[in-house]
């Protein structure tokens, strides 16, 4: 069955980085996508960003575009997001998710557990 | 980016009860390429429709999908108490993908 299992939660000072992990089994890696999502508290889910797991083709959402990265291990079936320059704006729950359409960042059949990142003086 | 705005907020409703929920888009979403997902606490939210009426695999056909342009509607005919949670929308026909704020549905 299809699984992606993310890295443990994190706590952060303003100003730091946190790099996520995202580990994906049951499936052919690189037949899909991965995008990035993140919900702050009580919130809707915000779209950060894509990567196909194929060739390493990135599309970042503009409001963090300059703030993180994001990769993939093919040989590990996993992918990494990092997100630099922390302020408590950017506490939220992340989620590494399956990127099921033929477009960059359409819509996630498999979400991962979530990763929780709290940004705290 | 496409704003998408659903409504009500929250909607009260009893077991066995039919839901409607609305989500709005403030631009017509490209061939109609709106989902609609399900959260419940502390959980991933989880895919029901894609395409605004293909149902994912495994979602009970209680759960429909309609509209285009900017106007989408999700249906549950008869709400199981497994069915109370939040619902949100989602656009991808449009770069960057956007969420909606979210309709809850309770117990009434």
């Known amino acids: 069955q299809v699984q992606l299992v993310q890295s443990g939660a994190e706590v952060k000072r303003p100003g730091a980085s946190v790099k996520v992990s995202c580990k994906a089994s049951?499936?052919?890696?690189?037949?899909?996508?991965i995008s990035w999502v993140r919900q702050a508290p009580g919130q809707g889910p915000e779209w950060m960003g894509w990567?196909?797991?194929?060739?390493?083709?990135?599309i970042y959402a503009q409001k963090i575009q300059g703030r993180v990265t994001m990769a993939t291990d093919t040989s590990t079936s996993t992918a990494y997001m990092e997100l630099r320059s922390l302020t408590s704006d950017d506490t939220a729950m992340y989620y590494c998710?399956?990127?099921?359409?033929?477009?960059?960042?359409?819509?996630?059949?498999?979400w991962g557990q979530g990763t929780l990142v709290t940004v705290s003086s | 980016e496409i704003v998408l705005t659903q409504s009500p907020g929250t909607l009260s409703l009893s077991p066995g009860e039919r839901a409607t929920l609305s989500c709005r888009a403030s631009?017509?979403?490209?061939?109609?390429?709106l989902a609609w997902y399900q959260q419940k606490p502390g959980q991933a939210p989880r895919l029901l429709i894609y395409?605004?009426?293909s149902r994912a695999a495994g979602i009970p056909d209680r759960f429909s999908g309609s509209g285009s342009g900017t106007d989408f509607t999700l249906t549950i005919s008869r709400l199981e108490p497994e069915d109370f949670a939040v619902y949100y929308c989602?656009?991808?026909?449009?770069?960057?993908?956007?969420f909606g704020g979210g309709t809850k549905v309770e117990i009434k």
């Open positions: 049951g499936y052919t890696f690189t037949d899909f996508g």
């Open positions: 631009q017509s979403v490209t061939r109609s390429y």
């Open positions: 395409g605004a009426s």
């Open positions: 989602q656009q991808y026909g449009s770069s960057p993908p956007t």
């Open positions: 990567i196909s797991a194929y060739n390493g083709n990135i």
């Open positions: 998710v399956r990127d099921l359409g033929s477009l960059p960042g359409s819509f996630f059949d498999y």
